[in-house]
């Protein structure tokens, strides 16, 4: 069974900046990758940013250059840093984690509850 704890989230002006932080636990083995997905009002679900365990990373367009996905992989957690926020970036800001558990079993989609965040003026 895999749990993933966010916070962070928050009210922010245009311009500022928040870190996120989801902390996965569980009968865990090893993590093969985690991601952030955000959810706007009235939008799809697209995903933010990724890393895999070798640390590659990568970012939708919209957001490159401003944010920066980082882990700890002793703490078992991924970062978001979001910086120079946008009002476009109010979204609920989803975890999400493909990991291996200690019994051989794996689970691709293990999800977070979300986290608010909202830029406004």
């Known amino acids: 069974q895999v749990q993933l704890v966010e916070s962070g989230g928050g009210l922010v002006q245009p311009g500022g900046s928040l870190r996120l932080s989801c902390a996965a636990s569980g009968s865990i083995f090893s993590i093969n990758a985690m991601g952030w997905y955000r959810q706007a009002p009235g939008q799809q679900r697209e995903v933010v940013a990724t890393?895999?365990?070798?640390?590659?990373?990568n970012y939708a367009d919209s957001v490159k250059g401003r944010f920066t996905i980082s882990k700890d992989n002793a703490k078992k957690t991924v970062y978001l840093q979001m910086n120079s926020l946008k009002l476009e970036d109010t979204a609920v800001y989803y975890c999400?984690?493909?990991?291996?558990?200690?019994?051989?079993?794996?689970?691709?989609?293990?999800w977070g509850q979300g986290t608010q965040v909202t830029v406004s003026s």
């Open positions: 999400n984690a493909d990991v291996n558990l200690r019994g051989g079993w794996r689970v691709r989609d293990a």
């Open positions: 890393i895999t365990s070798g640390g590659i990373t």
